[in-house]
């Protein structure tokens, strides 16, 4: 056994934050439990003075691109990069080839995530066969499965009849539907943000428009069958105030957004670099200033990094050519407090750790208080550390992060996945 | 430092001044009994065309063969593109060839930027998607300034564009130009051939941009209609745009007698131009041809001129300061 | 260097003058009854100098009918040092007569490493093939790169390299 696998481990001196509430705490971990003390000395111990010590994080939407792709990322590497990024759970989306739409590429996703033992890996499951927007999957064989959440991510189910059997159908499984609102017919071939910007550039726009319509729709069935549904990266001012009224009216909703969405605008695509190409498309300021407000207010739950690994190659392309996605499980900590300066710390955490645990049905594992009795899924951070994101240092197989040179506060120091370090002083144990 | 010329705002208005100062001793190169001047000889021009357009390349090779300069051509018919060979790994293999300068047509937005990031050379944009067509925006001006004796540039003067700007290169770099040379522009179109955000004067109505007595604006330039836009709904059909937005006999009887008609090329005769071009003495569509080449031999040179070696990384500052100090 | 020395006017507007009137005279002898002689300026120090030539032939040669062709012609595109210095061409050509078969005299300022007449001799060549070339300077400086030599020199001027030389019609200075 190595020592990072040491069933002893004394994180001392940290400032606890939970769902219970900010407190300075040694944490005490035995066979992959919070215990209230240790028997005997520690294997470990950790410092964590001046550090944070919070509940693992869980990121509701990674692209792993195993299987199918597994020359932009692996399992392997994703979940190496999922926990230098603190997080303990990722649910890995179904765009793979072959899609996840069955029990056993499913399966395959789940247990390629435990050989690489970095991260739990959640495979989500497609609503529809392949992705096609044609037949629904078979919802319960995949819930018996473990899948909690569902979708077409990449692209929205278009026809609004399936949709509509999609949430009936969902109805009493305890699954979700989660939908990437894009209506096509809108946006085809855009590449950036309809606006000013795409204007300039000559570039076919992403309206807004698009993005609204699905979030509006998606609102008016849940209403009507009361099935749960979950937004995936909102990007813009009105879809935020539709899921804000949508939840006043106390309908079963959840809601996410990305860090690039709390940054990054538009502009930036005028450097013509494809590193910037992302679906939905960077904004403008309204909108990323309404994205964080939703995230202030609790409209929006969960920050999800809809992390989309590419090869250098298929990014170097002009962008209309160029495949939408960028990296973001390495650097969504430093982006959400960089740029959620003025939300508490501890509400910050809240939106990348238990709620989206509870989005993703993980809240029994993942999320839980740092409590005795608790599994030990932790992540030690330095929530002032300032830094600068390093392409080549990246865990990640690919290189596509769109935040060189922009300032990030926050790095994680340690990751602590069922009582073992996975991370530990910055760097992957495994 | 090499330099390259991407779009008319990196250009800016000095630079526009320059290029058709210089394209003045061109076209006189061009008006002599031998049109050539070895000026560029032992540089190498590629042009490289991902789009067909058999006329702008032309008109490049032409302009970089009456400066002596080598010409080679990478047309996409015959690449490996469709192999899967990058857009990267296509102007890194040619530029291990030898080249100078780049003229690079391309149907993306921004192409030519990439490249001008991977290459020592120069690089020429000769049109990237909807984006920019500087060459074009240039003639355009000489054309304009040697068809109105106007070189010091186009204050006060009003020039109306008409067509499908938002898919249109030409639109943006013309405008680009009209603005940095002083003129007022005005786009001319439905707002579904409009982009999505317009900071221009815009009308629907071609009909107040070419007035009834004199008035009208001095230059009507008509961009080509295609017809693929009719099946995206953007118009309903070729007939009801050719009476809002065409040049009809009716409208050409009412142009002022010192309005400027200029056209891209080639021209969709029947739709935009929906009458005889001998019957339009303010027509200079063939000047802007002609014009062509004489700014981009302009163009060549002036980039050209002042790139050493494009596999040095020697400041051409460096160079002038040293070349100074001997200058006869 | 050379800014750091005082400019030295070496000759005054009366030698230019003076200069202009005797190199007219010396065309016109050499180049009995003017047929089919041409003044061309290089561009464009050379071209003032031309014209002055030309005004003053005519004046000379009062009872020839017409007034000599003066032109001129820019070579910045024909030099040999283009891409080693910026090499722009001020100006453009003005070369409205015939050249085959004229007697063409190049007219310049300053005569140093020849270069700028090669290529002013190369840049004729592209309009015609002129009978003969004879070569006008207002100061020669030497320091000759090319086998090329004046035919009419208004002043030799021994300089060193480092010295630049401005000709205009208020004369002539070293500095």
Redo the contacts between chains.
Sequence with gaps: MTTSESNNILIAGGTVVDSSGTRQADVHISNGVIVDALDGDPDITIDAAGLTVSPGFVDLHSHLREPGKEEAETIETGSRAAALGGYTAVVAMPNTDPTQDCVSVVDFVRRQGQIAGLCDVHPSASITVGRAGEQLTPFAELADAGVRLFTDDGNGVQDPLLMRRAFEYAKGLDVTMAQHCEVERLTGGAVMHEGDCCSRLGLPGWPSLAEELMVHRDIELVRLTGAPAHFLHLSTQKSVALVRAAKADGLPITAEATPHHISLTDELLASYSALYKVNPPLRTMDDVTSVRDGLRDGTIDAIATDHAPHVSETKEQPLDLAPPGMLGLETALGVAIAHLGDMELADIVACLSWKPAAIAGLGSVHGRDVVPGEPANLTVFDAAEEWEVVPAHLASKSRNTPFVGVPLIGKVKHTVLNGILTVRDGSATR | MKRSLLSISELGSDGVQRILD?A??M???SR???P?????RGKTVCSVFFEDSTRTRLSFETAAKR?SADTMTFAVSQSSLSKGE???DTIETIAAMGVDAFVIR??????P??VDGWTKASVVNAGD????HPTQALLDMYTVRTALNRPEGFDGLRVAIVGDIK?S?VA?STTAAFKAMGAHVTWVAPTTLM?????EAVTDRLDDVIGTDGEGVDILYMLRMQNERMTEALVPNLREYTNRFGLTPARAARLAPHTLVMHPGPVNRGVEIAVDLSELPGAVINQQVTNGISVRMAVL?DL??????PTSDIE?TE??A??????? | MSQDRAPKAVLGPEDVRRATTRMAHEIIERNQGLDGVVLVGIQTGGVWLAEALGAEINRIDADVVDDIPVGSIDASLYRDDIGLRPVSPGSVSNVTFEIDDAVIVLVDDVLYTGRTVRAALDALGDYGRPRAVQLAVLVDRGHRELPIRPDYVGKNLPTSTDESVSVTVDGVVIA
């Design positions: 210089l003045d001793t076209a006189e190169v002599r009994p031998n050539k001047v070895p000026a560029l400066l990058s857009l990267r391309h149907s993306s937005t921004g192409a930027w990439l998607g909807w984006h920019a898919h290169r943006r982009p999505p955000v317009v900071d040179y050209l001129s002042a790139n050493p070696d051409i160079a002038v040293a070349a100074r100090t001997e200058q006869p």
